[in-house]
């Protein structure tokens, strides 16, 4: 089962700030929290990852609160082309040689308004 | 160059009927590993391979054999096709040495009638 709790959808207007929150209430010392996102018909996509400091890359920005219990995604000016699943998942950043087992939630549907 | 290549991209086939998907890397991962999506869009992870060894093997029918006979390739075959199979099956790849994030295929579309 999913460790991490995201609303079901979200609406955006076009250009503006998308705000994705997810609840990991009870992500253990060696777990990372990963973003991916499922546009229509596709595979999903690596956004970004973190473990407690703030991450910032060319497609989003990760903020996780001090305690580690939440984190929000943040894609600085939604397209249209950002309209997808967005999937919040923990998962330890080493492990066993292939046994890293991504276990994929229900996501939240963001979409983005023209 | 596509990353991470299935073929076929969309397979329709009978009951009973045998078939195999095949999935290619071209990013020098150590693990592939396969993924189910049902129509109610859960991705769940069937089988996980790295340099060859299988690794992860989720409770999934023996009907369904991976076979990796290098570590740039992890085919699927699908024996005894079933209704229930029809999903959509996406490829993924990674880095052993760390969870530096998946990237998956495409995906294929299994319909079975």
């Known amino acids: 089962d999913a460790k991490t709790t995201q609303p079901p959808s979200m609406d955006c207007a076009e250009g503006r700030a998308a705000n994705l929150p997810c609840n990991h209430s009870t992500i253990s010392g060696n777990e990372y929290v990963y973003w991916y996102r499922q546009i229509h018909s596709q595979g999903p996509q690596y956004i970004i990852h973190g473990l407690k400091n703030n991450e910032t890359n060319e497609m989003a920005s990760l903020i996780i609160t001090e305690d580690r219990k939440s984190s929000t995604l943040i894609l600085p000016h939604a397209t249209l082309r950002d309209t997808a699943v967005y999937y919040c998942?923990?998962?330890?950043?080493?492990?066993?040689?292939?046994?890293?087992?991504?276990?994929f939630g229900k996501g939240t549907k963001l979409s983005v308004i023209p | 160059d596509t990353a991470v290549s299935q073929t076929p991209k969309y397979l329709v086939t009978q009951m009973g009927n045998d078939k195999s998907i095949k999935c290619e890397q071209n990013?020098?991962?150590?693990?592939m590993y396969w993924y189910k999506q049902d129509s109610k869009k859960f991705l769940k992870i069937m089988f996980s391979y790295n340099n060859k060894e299988l690794i992860i093997n989720e409770t999934v029918p023996n009907r369904f054999s991976p076979k990796s006979p290098d570590k740039a390739h992890l085919n699927l075959h699908i024996n005894s096709l079933e209704l229930g199979d029809s999903a959509v099956y996406f490829c993924?790849?990674?880095?052993?040495?760390?969870?530096?994030?998946?990237?998956f295929g495409s995906g294929t579309r299994l319909t079975v009638v």
């Open positions: 998942i923990v998962s330890p950043f080493y492990s066993g040689a292939g046994s890293y087992q991504l276990t």
């Open positions: 993924a790849s990674s880095q052993a040495a760390g969870n530096y994030g998946y990237t």
């Open positions: 990013l020098g991962h150590d693990t």
